[in-house]
């Protein structure tokens, strides 16, 4: 009778590690769909700059939802269940939340020079869009630093 | 009682999650249809669409969870 206890603390325990799998496994799956996405994007036949800049704006936009899921979690160290890790259950540094702000104050700037380029004179927005791809890609990879980690 | 509440907390994370990846799969959408349209250039509704969802994430993001 002593070990159904034991049995169902152990049980308990697998749960959780399988529960905190699946939420790191998400934010990795997310990541990988982006990774793909933005590979895609750039093996295909040439779109307009416009196209071009509205296509890294959208993929910009799934890393920054990333990043609000990663943003939306509890902060770490801050939890009311003081005896429990933060490995077991996710959450965000506080830290990690600030980079990606900045990182996306940063790119949106970028972002929205490039969409005011392919507006106004497309021809001459070459290197607006690659500035523009550029602080996508930047911005995906502070994500990827902190959100697949879901601490 | 506190794996209860563990367990809680990694349920409820499941709806966003299943939530942000819906919002990313229509993103992606977006930008696999702006790449397949060549040379067609986005209209103005997709271009306010797509700011439009840039700025209101970007709210999200600059707000601490309650």
Do not use: H
């Not at chain 1, 799934?62 to 933060?86: F, I």
């Amino acid at each position: 009778m002593k070990r159904l206890p034991v049995f169902l603390a152990t049980f308990a325990r697998w749960i959780i590690y399988i529960g905190a799998f699946a939420v790191g496994a998400g934010f990795f799956g997310a990541l990988l769909a982006l990774g793909a996405c933005s590979q895609g994007a750039s093996v295909t036949q040439a779109p307009s700059p416009a196209a071009q800049v509205y296509a890294v704006e959208n993929t910009y936009a799934a890393a920054l939802v990333l990043a609000v899921q990663y943003g939306n979690l509890p902060r770490c160290g801050v939890m009311p269940l003081a005896p429990v890790s933060d490995v077991v259950r996710p959450c965000s540094s506080a830290s990690a939340v600030e980079t990606m702000r900045s990182a996306n104050v940063q790119a949106r700037r970028i972002l929205d020079t490039a969409q005011a380029a392919v507006q106004a004179n497309p021809a001459g927005a070459t290197q607006a869009i690659a500035d523009a791809t550029q602080a996508a890609k930047d911005f995906q990879t502070v994500v990827a630093q902190y959100a697949g980690k879901g601490s | 009682m506190p794996i209860v509440a563990i367990l809680a907390s990694i349920i409820e994370l499941l709806p966003q999650l299943i939530a942000a990846g819906a919002e990313v799969q229509t993103l992606i959408g977006n930008v696999q249809a702006a790449t397949a349209s060549g040379a067609t250039d986005p209209t103005a509704a997709e271009w306010q669409a797509v700011t439009a969802e840039l700025d209101s994430l970007t709210v999200q993001l600059n707000t601490d969870p309650t």
